[in-house]
């Protein structure tokens, strides 16, 4: 009769499929642990703020809508502002790659 046959062949690919399940999990608990947060612009300031350095702290490119830089100018404010424990600082350079980047810049650069 071919039942045993086949229960045979249903516990072969079970044990076959339950070592490759191991495996997998040892694999994936073995895998280096990578952060899943987006690096931020970790540098000193320079004198001067450039479009680039501008970029760099708002997280976007240099040459972008004035739009986006709104809303990245909004997004990195809402992490950082002085009100909710964030640095009167960075706020004010963050400030400061706005008007850099949307070309508002008075000359003076930041208050600090």
């Not at 045993?4 to 690919?13: E, F, K, Q, R, Y």
């Not at 994936?28 to 001067?48: L, N």
């Not at 809508?65 to 009100?83: I, L």
Request: no cysteine; aromatic share 8%; proline share 4%.
């Amino acid at each position: 009769q071919a039942t045993p046959l086949i229960a045979g062949l249903a516990v072969a690919a079970t044990a076959l499929a339950g070592r490759y399940g191991i495996q997998a999990w040892q694999a994936y608990k073995a895998r280096p642990i990578v952060p899943r947060m987006r690096k931020f612009y970790e540098g000193g300031f320079q004198a001067t703020m450039t479009r680039r350095e501008a970029g760099l702290i708002l997280g976007i490119r240099e040459n972008v809508r004035p739009d986006k830089v709104k809303e990245a100018h909004k997004r990195v404010m809402v992490a950082n502002h002085p009100d909710a424990g964030g640095s009167h600082y960075l706020a004010s350079k963050i400030n400061e790659a706005k008007d850099v980047l949307l070309g508002k810049t008075k000359g003076g650069g930041s208050a600090f």
